[in-house]
């Protein structure tokens, strides 16, 4: 579908962003369900997104958590299938979310002459750098920082509840403890606190 810049605007401007991202703990719970389902599968073909769409998300995804020495990326984990099932079902979602994902062709368009993941690693570096809230804010790239920003959280919550992402987090759970002796002398130490 070819969407022009007024149409992307367009589209993220008619739901509040906030709002189309918020996620309840059941939903996460569910999606995550269905995600370790469907990775069981020969191949995962999307509910909700196009083609398209779906490549930008996995890229997006694994450019947000890549692979590193101690786990693998954000699609390794099954966060664009997570993302997939948290959009099907949810109208106010879906529409920020597809506005997001043509916000981010529609400026490497503009940019580049070709889309977000048509782009060279340089020049998506430089688009998400523009949206990443670490530099001032050009007033042009506030749907697209909006975007990126509740994108982020969502792949963040895909990783690090998925089983992958609890063991990069080392988590050991709920462990009972017979007796507690209290805090460490050298982690007190490390705070400050003796």
Not at 61 to 70: G, N, S, V
Not at 87 to 105: F, K, S
Request: charged share 25%; proline share 5%; glycine share 6%.
């Amino acid at each position: 579908m070819d969407i022009n810049r007024r149409r992307v605007l367009q589209l993220l401007g008619s739901a509040p962003l906030a709002a189309g991202f918020v996620w309840t703990e059941a939903e996460v719970v569910e999606a995550q369900r269905r995600t370790q389902q469907a990775r069981t599968t020969a191949r995962f073909k999307p509910a909700f997104f196009s083609a398209p769409e779906y490549a930008t998300v996995v890229l997006l995804a694994d450019l947000i958590i890549p692979r590193d020495e101690r786990s693998g990326s954000a699609s390794d984990a099954g966060v664009p299938e997570f993302i997939d099932f948290m959009m099907v079902d949810q109208p106010t979602r879906q529409i920020p979310m597809r506005g997001g994902l043509a916000w981010l062709d529609a400026e490497c368009n503009a940019r580049f002459d070709r889309t977000f993941v048509a782009a060279t690693e340089a020049e998506r570096g430089k688009i998400l750098d523009d949206i990443s809230g670490l530099e001032p804010l050009e007033p042009a790239h506030s749907h697209g920082m909006e975007f990126f920003r509740s994108f982020r959280d969502l792949v963040a919550t895909g990783f690090w509840t998925s089983k992958m992402g609890i063991d990069d987090l080392q988590f050991m759970g709920n462990v009972f403890v017979r007796e507690f002796n209290g805090c460490p002398d050298e982690v007190l130490k490390k705070l400050e606190l003796i």
